[in-house]
């Protein structure tokens, strides 16, 4: 009767030779890189400053999309892929990400970003802000 349900995880996708992409325990696995609705539009030091100003703004209780929308108003954004310059500027934008995001609710989280620095400390990575939001 009390089957173990397993926790969503972030999973880190390599192009190692011989690297599968499995799921761990047995959870779905969406993909969060670019250019998918859910990849992040930043990269290198703003990527890891875009997770925490996301992170706090999302624990001071602000909405999921007022706070993306601020992080990249701060950061200046200026998306990196061509093919995510059409969903920003969509009308209903604010709708598909909504809609991706509790796609995502309970399924494991895949993207390329390690899952530890080089202490061994978890890596600010989109991925684990969008795995908390969506499963909260």
Known sequence: WGHEVSKP???QRKRTKGFRLTSPN????VSVCRPSILGNPFIGPDAVRAHRLFSEMIDEGSSVLRS???VYDHLGYVPISPSMTPL???PDYSELFREALWRAKGKNLVCWCPLTDTDGDPFP???AT???IANK
């Open 68 to 70: 993306l929308l601020a």
């Open 26 to 29: 047995g959870l779905e696995i």
């Open 88 to 90: 920003i500027g969509y």
């Open 125 to 127: 990575c989109h991925a």
């Open 130 to 132: 969008l795995l908390e």
């Open 9 to 11: 995880i972030r999973i």
